[in-house]
T-cell receptor
Framework: GAGVSQSPSNKVTEKGKDVELRCDPI?????LYWYRQSLGQGLEFLIY????????KSGLPSDRFSAERTGGSVSTLTIQRTQQEDSAVYLC??????????????FGPGTRLTVL | GESVGLHLPTLSVQEGDNSIINCAYS??????FIWYKQESGKGPQFIID?????DKRQGQRVTVLLNKTVKHLSLQIAATQPGDSAVYFC??????????FGQGTELSVKP
């Protein structure tokens, strides 16, 4: 079946512009996660959504970052007034059932963001 | 955010040899650990997981060992193949699905 998809695959923007990154989770997965991966580094947790519960935003690096999930499915990560240090690969993942222990997270291919 | 940001260590092995990739985790309260494989240009792919009440778990050609005393995980790959070349990350579950990833190790398999 279809996996997690993300769009665009690549995004080049100018410093100060806003960007929106989209994630389509696996159908039926109730939990959705966003991570950031800088060049040559591990993944950094940003935010996760679980059903109708309030999202865990504890990883968002600044108030320029926000995310929403509409209808319990598609999610959009928005970065306002982008800075060069925002350049990274943004990865989305989803999991079935409750977010938490023992639920495998399936990752999308990521969106590579470059801020000039 | 929480992550370890260092240049990736690398491991180079000959095809057919066994590989051992090590990882130190940070939180003694973590109860679930996962190993991911990431190939260039792709998202991480699940390899194997282990719960904190276990010391060892085996999959197909892979084994994960957990030492809670020293907060250490290892991934053993038997008969390493060129297709195993990738970056390998360990991750620990802190709470509510939030995964904390290690720095990653780049595995290079020489034919």
């Amino acid at each position: 079946g279809a996996g997690v998809s993300q769009s665009p695959s690549n995004k080049v923007t100018e410093k100060g512009k806003d960007v929106e990154l989209r994630c389509d989770p696996i159908s039926g997965h109730t939990a959705l996660y966003w991570y950031r991966q800088s060049l040559g580094q591990g993944l950094e947790f940003l935010i996760y959504f679980q059903g109708n519960s309030a999202p865990d935003k504890s990883g968002l690096p600044s108030d320029r970052f926000s995310a929403e999930r509409t209808g319990g499915s598609v999610s959009t990560l928005t970065i306002q007034r982008t800075q060069q240090e925002d350049s990274a690969v943004y990865l989305c993942a989803s999991s079935v059932g409750l977010a938490g222990r023992y639920n495998e997270q399936f990752f999308g291919p990521g969106t590579r963001l470059t801020v000039l | 955010g929480e992550s370890v940001g260092l240049h990736l260590p690398t491991l180079s092995v000959q095809e057919g040899d066994n590989s051992i990739i090590n990882c130190a985790y940070s939180n003694s309260a973590s109860d679930y650990f996962i190993w991911y494989k990431q190939e260039s240009g792709k998202g991480p792919q699940f390899i194997i997981d282990i719960r904190s009440n276990m010391d060892k778990r085996q999959g197909q050609r892979v084994t994960v060992l957990l030492n809670k005393t020293v907060k250490h995980l290892s991934l053993q790959i038997a008969a390493t193949q060129p297709g195993d070349s990738a970056v390998y990350f360990c991750a620990e579950n802190i709470r509510g699905g939030k995964l904390i990833f290690g720095q990653g190790t780049e595995l290079s398999v020489k034919p």
